[in-house]
């Protein structure tokens, strides 16, 4: 029996699900426009406050709509303490990805006034955005023995998530890299996590909801976990001359290479490009190129053997190890910049709700007689 078209589109592959405003990916010409705007030209201009207001109100902010939204987001920074007690409580061994999660599920409990569904969730969304960096750097400063986050209204969002992770200011050339990398990672129009995102918000569900249902989907090694995976992998080379053998014996054994293949991008991921260039960039800074190396001759092997183009994960996990924040932080960090896009996606569902809900084609049986428990074998 089937109750749909006989066409199934495994992943829902070339599903054109909705309508949007934010964010267009031409997946053969490998672009990535945020509302009009090429990601090469806000990678090279803008900074990640005034990508976030992109997102939410669909332009670019004059100097005094990005200094108060800056300002407020400063403002929005600070964690309830009744939040600081509960992260403090959690085991320290746990992923951050998992504190992640509970954290901005459990926030919801403390601001009820923000998780309202509607357009006054840009509340809401600055506040997710504000905070994600307070929730991960007080996480990891307890489990680091690090002294506690101060409130560090100078710094912006990715000198403060610097300074919450490292316990120090970073560089000119670090805050740059990391602001880059947070603009280049902000949004990606129906991705597994932002369509995770909109499936909950088309319910009339909250807005904290929504992340929630977010974070849990950005974790997968196949979506946002694929950057740590890709330094396991870096790990396990060790040295140019063993990538030949490791990623060749990974593809006989019919494994990923993570950090490779995109759904929608036929070419090179525009995102890879830009950040393989600041990857090199702060590699020469720093005197190690070492990583830079490494993925430019795995980028060679993989695409000779598999035809495969890097993706943004290739690149983010070697930037981010280089500013040192630990591997397990790589995905929190990708989080704390995606949860712009999440939440532009979550404002317009609002505005434009329809109920989203796919078929099945069922391939069970039917009609089987019930046999009392008593008589089964
Ligand atoms: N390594 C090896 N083979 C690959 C890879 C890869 N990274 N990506 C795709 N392939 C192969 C598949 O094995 C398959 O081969 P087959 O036809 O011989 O079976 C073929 O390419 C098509 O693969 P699909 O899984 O059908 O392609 P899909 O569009 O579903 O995959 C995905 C996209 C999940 C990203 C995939 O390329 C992948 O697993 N990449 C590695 C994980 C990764 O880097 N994820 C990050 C993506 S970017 C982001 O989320 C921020």
Same mark, same amino acid.
């Given at each position: 029996?089937?109750?749909?078209?006989?066409e199934?589109?495994r992943?829902l592959?070339?599903v054109?699900?909705?309508?949007?405003?934010i964010?267009?990916?031409?997946?053969k010409?490998?672009?990535?426009?945020y509302?009009?705007?090429?990601?090469r030209?806000?990678?090279?201009?803008?900074n990640?406050?005034?990508?976030?207001?992109?997102?939410?109100?669909?332009?670019?902010?004059?100097?005094?709509?990005?200094?108060?939204?800056?300002?407020?987001?400063?403002?929005?920074r600070?964690?309830?303490?009744a939040?600081?007690e509960?992260? @403090?409580s959690?085991p320290a #061994?746990? #992923?951050p990805?998992d504190?992640l999660?509970?954290?901005v599920?459990?926030?919801?409990?403390?601001?009820?006034?923000?998780?309202?569904p509607?357009?006054?969730s840009i509340g809401?969304?600055?506040?997710?955005?504000a905070i994600?960096?307070?929730?991960?750097?007080?996480?990891?400063?307890?489990?680091a023995?690090?002294?506690p986050?101060?409130?560090?209204?100078?710094?912006?969002?990715?000198?403060?998530?610097l300074y919450?992770?490292?316990?120090?200011?970073?560089?000119?050339?670090e805050?740059?890299?990391?602001d880059v990398?947070?603009?280049?990672?902000?949004?990606?129009e129906?991705?597994?996590?932002?369509?995770?995102?909109?499936?909950?918000?088309?319910?009339?569900? @909250?807005?904290?909801?929504?992340?929630?249902?977010?974070?849990?989907?950005?974790?997968?090694?196949?979506?946002?976990?694929?950057?740590?995976?890709v330094?396991?992998?870096?790990?396990?080379?060790? #040295?140019?001359?063993?990538?030949e053998?490791?990623?060749?014996?990974?593809?006989s054994?019919?494994?990923r290479?993570?950090?490779f293949?995109?759904?929608?991008?036929?070419?090179?991921?525009?995102?890879?490009?830009?950040?393989?260039?600041?990857?090199?960039?702060?590699?020469?800074?720093?005197?190690d190129l070492?990583?830079?190396?490494?993925?430019?001759k795995?980028?060679?092997v993989?695409h000779?053997?598999k *035809?495969l183009?890097?993706?943004?994960?290739?690149?983010?996990?070697?930037?981010?190890?280089?500013?040192?924040?630990?591997?397990?932080l790589?995905?929190?960090?990708?989080a704390?910049?995606?949860?712009?896009?999440?939440t532009?996606?979550?404002?317009?569902?609002?505005?434009?709700?329809?109920l989203?809900?796919?078929?099945?084609?069922?391939?069970?049986? #039917?009609d089987?007689p019930?046999?009392?428990? *008593?008589?089964?074998v």
């Amino acid at each position: 029996m089937t109750n749909s078209s006989d066409e199934v589109q495994r992943g829902l592959q070339d599903v054109i699900a909705l309508e949007s405003h934010i964010c267009f990916i031409d997946g053969k010409e490998g672009r990535l426009i945020y509302d009009g705007y090429d990601i090469r030209d806000l990678a090279a201009q803008s900074n990640f406050e005034e990508t976030a207001y992109l997102l939410w109100y669909g332009r670019l902010p004059t100097s005094d709509q990005w200094a108060t939204l800056r300002h407020h987001l400063v403002e929005l920074r600070a964690l309830p303490s009744a939040m600081v007690e509960r992260i @403090d409580s959690m085991p320290a #061994t746990a #992923t951050p990805m998992d504190v992640l999660r509970t954290a901005v599920s459990e926030l919801a409990l403390f601001e009820p006034e923000e998780t309202r569904p509607g357009p006054s969730s840009i509340g809401g969304a600055q506040r997710l955005t504000a905070i994600l960096p307070s929730i991960l750097g007080q996480f990891h400063r307890r489990r680091a023995g690090l002294p506690p986050l101060a409130a560090r209204p100078d710094l912006s969002h990715a000198e403060y998530l610097l300074y919450a992770l490292l316990n120090r200011d970073p560089s000119e050339l670090e805050a740059r890299v990391l602001d880059v990398a947070l603009i280049l990672h902000a949004d990606h129009e129906l991705n597994a996590s932002t369509f995770a995102a909109r499936v909950t918000a088309s319910t009339l569900s @909250d807005l904290y909801s929504a992340v929630t249902s977010a974070v849990g989907t950005l974790k997968g090694p196949l979506h946002g976990g694929a950057n740590e995976r890709v330094m396991e992998m870096l790990e396990e080379i060790g #040295t140019p001359d063993r990538v030949e053998e490791v990623v060749k014996a990974k593809l006989s054994r019919h494994e990923r290479i993570m950090g490779f293949g995109h759904r929608v991008y036929k070419v090179e991921d525009p995102r890879a490009t830009i950040l393989r260039e600041w990857s090199r960039r702060i590699g020469e800074a720093q005197g190690d190129l070492h990583y830079y190396e490494l993925l430019r001759k795995v980028e060679e092997v993989v695409h000779r053997e598999k *035809g495969l183009y890097p993706n943004v994960d290739l690149y983010s996990g070697s930037v981010y190890a280089l500013l040192g924040i630990p591997p397990d932080l790589f995905t929190p960090v990708f989080a704390a910049s995606r949860v712009a896009g999440w939440t532009a996606h979550v404002l317009e569902e609002y505005q434009d709700l329809r109920l989203i809900r796919p078929m099945a084609k069922y391939i069970g049986p #039917t009609d089987l007689p019930y046999v009392s428990i *008593g008589s089964r074998v």
